[in-house]
């Protein structure tokens, strides 16, 4: 059992891949937040910085956008693997470069930027952009530690950047269409389970999956986390592939949370309880399920017992990425805050941080030396 407290591992600079790295290069041609207002067709210069599986598909939804009308333009990828930058700008049309230095320097009309670099080189990258007068969509996990995410933050208040934390699942319409039926939820059964892929195996699946579940619990049940108790093990990988997690709110809600890497089906579902409701998620079909017990008048059909009445939410399927991106535009464009600022990345962060922490302590007390340790 652990009370959750702020945790951090800072990394040392020197670890940081030096292809990513930028130091004190701010082009002539980018202008202060304040003097930066875009007319409403003048179309946004935007990169993606780190073209793996994540960064790939952000470049392919820039350039969706901007087929479908939107003011963006994709000018650019940034990856140290050039032979990866390269395809992917073949494919989406744009340049590719092997740092964020060279782009910057050859390219200042860059306004806009997705982070989906691994997460120890967010901050550097972050940084370097931000520093640049580039606005910062940042891919989670935010960062590697609590004060690198705090550092995150800060940077992007002293240089006046739109900075958003990449929490995807905030745009599911699933998850947007269940806001307006939040009560008092009391209690939370969430499971992400999926297949092994050889992909994101440098983080425990706490940071992996489990983190979208803890941002969306976090954003609906609205209170401090009073305990945290949690469990986990490493299966096909050297770090925790599943875990479980209850969590106490100080509000009296509790949450159980199951996170699988290792699964034989995926499985994307929420579920929570609320005074005289029951309501059901399901992230990868993009459906809400409403069961109300004893109200009159409710809305939906009624079901074998006449005192409870089952509705479904009209939801308006989308893409999340296509939502995500188009807000961070928004955002940019209006000089707004973010649908999901960086203070929510670093609440997501440190509870997550925390339950890897608590897992740790399990480890020890049933003897596998390895989550003791946190095995890499």
């Given at each position: 059992?652990?009370?959750?407290?702020?945790?951090?591992?800072?990394?040392?600079?020197?670890?940081?891949?030096?292809?990513?790295?930028?130091?004190?290069?701010?082009?002539?041609?980018?202008?202060?937040?304040?003097?930066?207002?875009?007319?409403?067709?003048?179309?946004?210069?935007?990169?993606?910085?780190?073209?793996?599986?994540?960064?790939?598909?952000?470049?392919?939804?820039?350039?969706?956008?901007?087929?479908?009308?939107?003011?963006?333009?994709?000018?650019?990828?940034?990856?140290?693997?050039?032979?990866?930058?390269?395809?992917?700008?073949?494919?989406?049309?744009?340049?590719?470069?092997?740092?964020?230095?060279?782009?910057?320097?050859?390219?200042?009309?860059?306004?806009?930027?997705?982070?989906?670099?691994?997460?120890?080189?967010?901050?550097?990258?972050?940084?370097?952009?931000?520093?640049?007068?580039?606005?910062?969509?940042?891919?989670?996990?935010?960062?590697?530690?609590?004060?690198?995410?705090n550092e995150l933050v800060q940077l992007a208040a002293t240089h006046k950047?739109?900075?958003?934390?990449?929490?995807?699942?905030?745009?599911?319409?699933?998850?947007?269409?269940?806001?307006?039926?939040?009560?008092?939820?009391?209690?939370?059964?969430?499971?992400?389970?999926?297949?092994?892929?050889?992909?994101?195996?440098?983080?425990?699946?706490?940071?992996?999956?489990?983190?979208?579940?803890?941002?969306?619990?976090?954003?609906?049940?609205?209170?401090?986390?009073?305990?945290?108790?949690?469990?986990?093990?490493?299966?096909?990988?050297?770090?925790?592939?599943?875990?479980?997690?209850?969590?106490?709110?100080?509000?009296?809600?509790?949450?159980?949370?199951?996170?699988?890497?290792?699964?034989?089906?995926?499985?994307?579902?929420?579920?929570?309880?609320?005074?005289?409701?029951?309501?059901?998620?399901?992230?990868?079909?993009?459906?809400?399920?409403?069961?109300?017990?004893?109200?009159?008048?409710?809305?939906?059909?009624?079901?074998?017992?006449?005192?409870?009445?089952?509705?479904?939410?009209?939801?308006?399927?989308?893409?999340?990425?296509?939502?995500?991106?188009?807000?961070?535009?928004?955002?940019?464009?209006?000089?707004?805050?973010?649908?999901?600022?960086?203070?929510?990345?670093?609440?997501?962060?440190?509870?997550?941080?925390?339950?890897?922490?608590?897992?740790?302590?399990?480890?020890?007390?049933?003897?596998?030396?390895?989550?003791?340790?946190?095995?890499?």
């Open positions: 059992m652990a009370t959750p407290k702020q945790s951090s591992s800072p990394l040392s600079p020197d670890a940081l891949f030096p292809a990513l790295r930028l130091q004190s290069v701010v082009p002539a041609g980018n202008q202060p937040a304040e003097s930066f207002f875009l007319q409403a067709d003048n179309p946004i210069s935007v990169a993606v910085v780190g073209v793996g599986v994540f960064g790939r598909n952000h470049a392919r939804v820039y350039q969706e956008l901007e087929q479908q009308g939107e003011p963006v333009r994709l000018v650019g990828v940034v990856d140290p693997n050039l032979d990866r930058a390269d395809a992917v700008a073949r494919e989406f049309g744009c340049r590719a470069f092997g740092s964020v230095a060279q782009m910057l320097t050859t390219h200042s009309e860059v306004r806009a930027a997705s982070v989906a670099a691994p997460t120890v080189h967010h901050l550097a990258v972050a940084r370097a952009l931000m520093e640049a007068g580039v606005d910062v969509l940042i891919e989670k996990p935010l960062a590697a530690s609590l004060a690198e995410a950047r739109i900075a958003q934390a990449g929490h995807l699942e905030r745009f599911n319409p699933a998850v947007r269409g269940t806001i307006p039926l939040l009560t008092q939820p009391m209690f939370f059964e969430v499971h992400r389970l999926s297949v092994f892929t050889p992909r994101s195996l440098d983080v425990d699946v706490v940071l992996d999956l489990m983190i979208h579940d803890l941002d969306i619990v976090l954003s609906f049940a609205k209170s401090p986390v009073k305990e945290v108790r949690a469990v986990g093990l490493p299966i096909l990988s050297g770090k925790v592939d599943i875990a479980n997690v209850r969590l106490e709110f100080e509000s009296g809600c509790v949450a159980n949370f199951t996170a699988s890497r290792v699964s034989t089906e995926r499985v994307r579902k929420l579920r929570f309880f609320q005074p005289h409701q029951y309501v059901s998620v399901d992230y990868g079909r993009q459906e809400v399920l409403v069961f109300t017990v004893g109200a009159d008048g409710a809305p939906g059909a009624s079901t074998v017992n006449p005192q409870i009445k089952v509705a479904k939410p009209p939801v308006t399927s989308e893409e999340p990425l296509h939502a995500e991106l188009r807000s961070f535009l928004h955002a940019v464009r209006d000089r707004s805050t973010p649908v999901v600022p960086l203070e929510d990345g670093c609440g997501a962060l440190a509870l997550a941080l925390d339950i890897v922490a608590e897992i740790r302590e399990h480890g020890k007390k049933v003897g596998f030396a390895g989550i003791a340790k946190g095995k890499s």
